[in-house]
């Protein structure tokens, strides 16, 4: 998988140094920009804090990548979705949580109907709702207005939208 950015704690808060990540602990996460077939684009909206993120999440340790990212599609946005193609990785330093999170992010479609999402409580906490963006371009300028109120959501935003810009990049290739 392609490598597309790496976030560090300065890239968020310039005015801070950042840490040595040697110690960190490492989380692999899935995640997809997931298309119906009106071609709208699946985010999850975090009301509490303003913003808005790709379905997916973390990885559990001997779970493959892509049962991983059908587990959490289904959890999130209700819905199974079939894997196009890879869009390709973004790794995040988090110093406040001392980790190290590699996100590996995919193209997909979603398959079959769509359910109510089986949100955790601390999804429920941060307000999460599933929000069908009507394109990429929707979903991309979405991201781009979001303000962040808290420090998870700054980093998201930021990895999110590269991601948004890369699967659209991935799409405009396909369809020359």
């Not at 359910?115 to 409580?121: D, E, I, K, L």
Request: aromatic share 6%; glycine share 6%.
């Amino acid at each position: 998988m392609i490598h597309l950015l790496t976030i560090h704690e300065s890239d968020i808060y310039p005015k801070k140094e950042d840490l040595n990540p040697q110690n960190f602990k490492l989380r692999h996460a899935a995640r997809a920009v997931v298309l119906n077939a009106a071609g709208e684009v699946a985010l999850l909206k975090a009301t509490a804090h303003n913003y808005h993120k790709l379905p997916g999440g973390g990885v559990e340790e001997g779970e493959d990548m892509k049962l991983a990212l059908q587990r959490e599609l289904l959890e999130e946005i209700g819905c199974r979705a079939s894997i196009t193609s890879e869009i390709g990785e973004i790794i995040e330093y988090r110093d406040k949580w001392n980790m190290k999170q590699i996100s590996h992010c995919y193209l997909a479609e979603q398959v079959g109907e769509q359910q109510p999402p089986a949100f955790t409580q601390s999804e429920i906490d941060e307000g999460f709702e599933v929000f069908w963006a009507s394109d990429i371009e929707v979903a991309i300028q979405l991201l781009q207005q979001d303000m962040p109120e808290n420090y998870d959501g700054s980093f998201i935003q930021l990895r999110d939208s590269e991601l948004l810009r890369a699967a659209r990049q991935k799409m405009r290739s396909a369809d020359n």
